[in-house]
């Protein structure tokens, strides 16, 4: 069997590792896959949004399955023009894939069937969302309308912060197309917790909870980047949330999809937050998180190609999806100055050899003959697995100092805010 993931990061990865547990599968090709990837699956060089490219390719090779992993080209229609093909997919539609494609819509369908979110406004109009920024709550969070590498939100804790963020969208253009219409919503506080789901429109089973690190730097602090490290389980996501989150969220958005005739298939992630008022969605994301994937994966017993199928075929309530009791951590290595300005090209030096519990997953990375070189701001996922969540956050950090390139850069405080739930205990 012939499969084929459409994605170069740490996320594809983690797939790729995953799926290669399957011994029927025969060949894995990574399009475009990255230097790391390399080593688990045939790399070939088509970007992610080339849709006729993929298409191109997957009749030429006899693609068996496909697995559309990024948010650009579900949003764009991959899943549809492989699907014409005969292609069986894993991956929503385009007509889905828009409840990340576009925040607006997002924000819509929530007030429209009643989901617990943020109140908001939306604007296509800089002067009138300026002028609403006048008497708006602060802080506030203003956020551009499409897909922007999940970097398009800004919390403003200040009138001025909130103005210069709704310039910077909407007048510099620093998301491109995404700020022409921008959200501007209600400030929310609690923990945040992710929660990537398996569902095929029907039926819809949520994977293990995490908890993602998004600021550049220690504390918190810096700037928002595509993630600097995850721990999962995510200790403030209990079972009672967890039922709460079902009732109230997951199967009302499906079923809200399915009402407006955009019936989700593949992998649902939910951004929450658990608020005083109880648990309200933050985003949804058309796919698997990263790095969330990299420590929600690692826990999956249950053989994830046969979920895949199930989910593309509409058999998911038929299907096993079982989760280990263990925890998870992943610390990201990335190139100093990241999410701004950093330089790229230098040889990463890998340990001989893994534990049983340890996991690298490579992002930003090329092969340049036998070495791999940085190419990206987020290099590499170290990952480690253990019973408990300290041990688990010990054994990552003590994998990234196995692992050396020049200008290397990782938060020191992932876990951190997780383990204080227990020491409270």
Known sequence: MKIMVVGGGGREHAIIKKLKENKSIDKIYALPGNGGIAKDAECVNIGAKDIEGIAKFAAEKGIDFAVVAPDDPLVLGAVDKLTEMGIPCFGPKKNAAIIEGSKVFSKNLMKKYGIPTAAYEVFNDMDAA???????????????????????????????????????????????????????????????????SFTDGKTVVP???????????????????????????????????????????FLPTIDAM???????????????????????????????????????????????????????????????????????????????????????????????????????????????????????????????????????VKRAYALTEKITFENAYKRNDIGKRALSVFEKE
Do not use: W
């Open 258 to 392: 399915n009402k407006e005739g955009r019936t989700f298939s593949g992998c649902l992630y939910f951004g929450l937050m658990l608020t005083q008022n109880g648990p309200k969605v933050i985003e949804y994301n058309c796919r698997f998180g990263d790095p969330e994937t990299q420590v929600v994966l690692p826990l999956l017993e249950s053989d994830l190609y046969t979920i895949m199928k199930a989910v593309a075929d509409g058999k998911l309530s038929e299907t096993e999806v079982k989760f280990s009791n263990g925890a998870c951590c992943c610390v990201v290595m990335a190139s100093a100055g990241y999410p701004e300005k950093y330089q790229t090209g230098y040889e990463i030096s890998f340990p001989e050899k893994l534990e049983a519990f340890e996991e690298i997953y490579v992002a930003g990375a090329k092969a340049d003959g036998n070495a791999v070189l940085t190419a990206g701001g987020r290099v590499l996922g170290a990952v480690s697995k253990a019973d408990d969540l300290k041990t688990a």
């Open 207 to 249: 994977m293990v909870s995490s908890m993602d690190h998004k600021r550049a730097g220690d504390n918190d602090t810096g700037l928002n980047t595509g993630g600097m490290g995850t721990i999962a389980p995510n200790p403030y996501y209990t079972k009672e949330i967890a039922d709460e989150c079902m009732k109230t969220i």
């Open 130 to 196: 300026l002028t609403y920024l006048d008497t708006a709550p602060i802080p506030t969070v203003i956020k551009a309308d499409g897909l922007a590498l999940g970097k398009g939100v800004i919390i403003a804790f200040t009138r001025e912060e909130a103005k210069a963020a709704v310039r910077s969208m909407m007048e510099d253009k620093i998301f491109g197309e995404s700020g022409n219409n921008i959200v501007i919503e209600e400030f929310l506080e609690g923990p945040e917790v992710s929660v990537l």
